[in-house]
């Protein structure tokens, strides 16, 4: 508090004193600077905090937003910007034609800002990423003039041309030569002799709104009280986190979908957050059969013209619904009433670069700022949430069966000591004779890897070299299909060698362990007449591919289905009954604080894929640990013992969710570098009761993209903010050389 009104600090003029001799208006630009810069308004313009404007900025004119005096954080209004003189104001180039920044996202960009220590600037970009300084133009299109000039000098492209008009639906000109097959030429020389007419291309309403009475559910008694406290917590509107669980197909998104109708009917707006835009194909259908059309959807690959519509869309208010990935938290909503975060315990929730936030965490403070519910979905939910739900932060809302008496899946440990594969093969005896009886019996079956590619390492025979990656601490992996050998963290690729890089003896490397690639070959060979379909981000480069595989599936025009991850995700396979799980123990290995967690969670996701109300589903874990606890609280269905035990193990040790946690990591061009920053920031370590610092220590991935890393660690008590000790800290080391950076990640997920 004292450092803002030191006698140093010119005392800001206000944005509301019409009396002061230059309006100084502050302007937050979308770059990494410590905070907003003062500008001088112009006699003729109106400014308020949200106004998007264009400053002139190093002799560019740049986007910026009008922020509010004093909305930073004390810490970080400490070190912004120094004032700068009256006389060398540069003022204000323009007022943009878009709509206001809503008080509550400037409010979390700011705080996101703060608790992520990231320039807020860098914050308000994500916010503004959809911004261009020119609206939307309206297009024109053609239509038929209906002159009589058409029968003039038919030719069978101009009729090709005129058929294509038959809807009376305007056309641009490059997309009528398509439909017709015809050049543009033609149809400009159509225009010109009157037989088209130009007419504007109004979008059939992109945004329909949602019509909450267009099929509404039959919801089991379960679901109904579920559904209605829900819409109880939307009229009240204020702001409350729910946990909403329920094991996967008890109608979780069914009763969730409730809760956004109840939404609608207030007349605000809802967001539904989903781990992966893969996702939202199957969602979309759903939503649209509930509500008749559908939401708005907001993702980092929507083409600029969609995204800029869609932008102006919800700071219209006219967008009621959106569905959409982790950026999405960032768009202008007016009136937010709800949010949904389905899948909340999924790790990509959490963005890694650039600025690192957790979107679940984020979307409880996005809620508390605009007044709203949020509602975490999950059949496997964080510990970190639990936790919140203990300590009666959150509400608890449950559904207890599978929807229509649909039973859960069998899932047994296959001790792989006892019933190992064939040498050089992955699946053991009776998950194939599972398999064989399955797809007999004409139901479906999955293989699930969690790993891409044909095998995780390259060996060679004579002398035992690794093949690893030039730029990265990592083994290559082998892509037999693209005859590669890639790198999964930076992307670099090789073709296969043919002699050993290191001994140089021919045709010696041979490749360890199996990746999903290999698995499809063993089940080709081991089961020949299937029609086989993998689903791993390789084969399925996009959501439209990903729609089409969920599709077959569904169709049954396949009978054994091999995937990653992403066949976990909540698709509904209502044929399959029978999932076998290659390796159990993949996720287990590494030094991970959520190891086991995410494990469970990862394996009780794909589990429930099988099964359905007149076939209960099996599933086969391959494990060399099937007595590990995970084995365990998998086969036994008891999630919740598992949580609470590993409650049990994270709690005396204050690590997350019973202590707070910061990464900071160290990377520079040389080890010596890297080394000598890392120690440095030790030397400062900050210390205290209730305050520990590990490390420094190498990153498990000690060099990525030729980068040496050094990790440290900041575990704090949970009454213990990390932000102002890491704020302390950073500011107390000497300044590294300009080659080192340090990366501060608050609530780390990854500990690569
Ligand atoms: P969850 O989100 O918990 O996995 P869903 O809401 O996806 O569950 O429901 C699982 C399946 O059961 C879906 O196919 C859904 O359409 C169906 N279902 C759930 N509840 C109902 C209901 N009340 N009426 C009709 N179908 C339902
Ligand atoms: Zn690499």
């Known amino acids: 508090m004292e450092s803002i009104l030191s006698p140093k600090r010119p005392t800001p003029t206000s944005l509301d004193n019409p009396d002061a001799p230059i309006h100084r208006v502050p302007v937050l630009l979308p770059y990494p600077f410590a905070g907003a810069f003062d500008y001088a308004r112009p006699a003729d313009l109106v400014l308020a905090p949200g106004d998007v404007v264009l400053v002139p900025l190093n002799r560019r004119a740049e986007l910026g937003v009008v922020w509010d005096r004093g909305a930073l954080p004390d810490e970080l209004a400490q070190d912004a910007v120094p004032a700068v003189a009256d006389a060398k104001l540069k003022p204000v180039s323009a007022l943009l034609d878009v709509p206001r920044l809503p008080e509550s996202l400037r409010r979390f960009v700011d705080w996101v800002a703060a608790y992520t220590l990231t320039p807020p600037g860098l914050v308000l970009a994500m916010a503004l990423r959809a911004l261009s300084t020119q609206p939307p133009a309206p297009t024109q299109g053609w239509v038929r003039s209906g002159s009589n000039a058409v029968t003039a000098r038919e030719t069978p492209a101009r009729s090709r041309v005129l058929a294509a008009l038959a809807d009376g639906v305007p056309r641009r000109t490059a997309e009528l030569a398509r439909l017709a097959g015809v050049s543009s030429g033609v149809v400009r020389a159509m225009a010109e002799r009157g037989v088209l007419r130009e007419q504007e291309i109004t979008h059939p309403a992109p945004f329909a709104s949602p019509d909450i009475d267009h099929a509404t559910p039959d919801l089991s008694p379960d679901q109904a009280r579920t559904a209605e406290q829900l819409a109880r917590l939307v009229q009240a509107r204020r702001f409350q986190p729910v946990l909403l669980d329920g094991v996967t197909g008890s109608g979780k998104t069914e009763t969730y979908l409730e809760a956004v109708a109840a939404c609608l009917a207030e007349g605000r707006q809802a967001l539904v957050l989903l781990p992966e835009i893969a996702l939202s194909a199957q969602w979309l259908q759903r939503f649209t059969r509930r509500f008749g059309v559908a939401p708005a959807v907001w993702h980092s690959e929507l083409g600029a013209r969609r995204r800029r519509v869609a932008w102006r869309a919800v700071a219209a208010g006219e967008a009621r619904v959106v569905v959409g990935a982790r950026s999405a938290l960032f768009l202008p909503f007016p009136d937010l ?111 699930f890897l969690n790993r891409r590619g044909y095998a995780p390492l390259t060996l060679c025979r004579s002398c035992g070299h690794r093949i690893q990656c030039p730029n990265c601490t990592a083994w290559l992996v082998e892509h037999r299909a693209r005859r590669q050998l890639a790198c999964h963290h930076c992307g670099h690729t090789e073709p296969v060698p043919v002699h050993c890089p290191a001994c140089n003896a021919e045709n010696s490397l041979t490749p360890i362990g199996p990746g999903v690639e290999r698995i499809t070959e063993e089940a080709r060979a081991t089961f020949p007449d299937a029609r086989i379909l993998v689903m791993a981000s390789d084969t399925l480069p996009g959501p439209t591919a990903t729609a089409e595989a969920v599709r077959k599936i569904t169709d049954r025009e396949i009978d054994l289905v091999i995937g990653t991850q992403i066949v976990a995700k909540g698709w509904h396979f209502p044929g399959l009954t029978l999932v076998g799980v290659i390796d159990a123990d993949l996720g287990l290995g590494g030094g991970d604080l959520r190891a086991a967690e995410r494990t469970v969670q990862l394996l009780h996701q794909v589990s429930g894929r099988a099964g359905r109300a007149d076939a209960p589903g099996h599933v086969l874990l391959q494990t060399y640990t099937p007595e590990h606890p995970v084995m365990r609280a998998l086969a036994a269905n008891d999630f919740a013992r598992f949580m609470e035990r590993e409650a049990e193990q994270r709690r005396p040790g204050h690590w997350p969710p019973y202590g707070r946690l910061a990464a900071l990591i160290v990377s520079a061009d040389t080890a010596s570098d890297a080394d000598r920053a890392a120690n440095a920031l030790g030397r400062s370590a900050p210390s205290g009761d209730g305050i520990q610092v590990l490390g420094p220590a190498p990153a498990p991935l000690a060099i990525l993209r030729g980068r040496h890393r050094r990790r440290l660690l900041l575990k704090t008590r949970r009454d213990i903010a990390v932000q102002p000790i890491l704020r302390h800290w950073l500011a107390a080391t000497t300044p590294a050389p300009r080659s080192v950076t340090i990366d501060v990640d608050v609530d780390p997920v990854s500990f690569l």
Not at 369 to 389: F, I, M, R, Y
Not at 394 to 418: I, K, N, Q
Request: proline fraction near 6%; hydrophobic fraction near 40%; avoid cysteine.
């Open 337 to 447: 009433g709800l949010i949904v975060v389905d899948e909340e315990h999924e790790t990509a929730f959490k963005q890694e670069d650039g600025v690192t936030y957790h979107a679940r965490d984020m979307a409880v403070v996005r809620a508390r700022l605009a007044g709203a519910p949020v509602v975490l979905v999950s059949a496997t939910p964080s510990l970190e949430t639990l936790a919140n739900v203990e300590s009666g932060r959150y509400r608890h809302l449950t559904l207890a069966a599978r929807h229509g008496g649909a039973r859960l899946p069998s899932v047994a440990a296959l001790d792989l000591r006892e019933h190992p594969p064939e040498r050089g093969r992955f699946l053991s005896p009776p998950l194939i004779e599972a398999a064989h009886r399955t797809m007999r019996a004409g139901e479906q079956a999955m293989l």
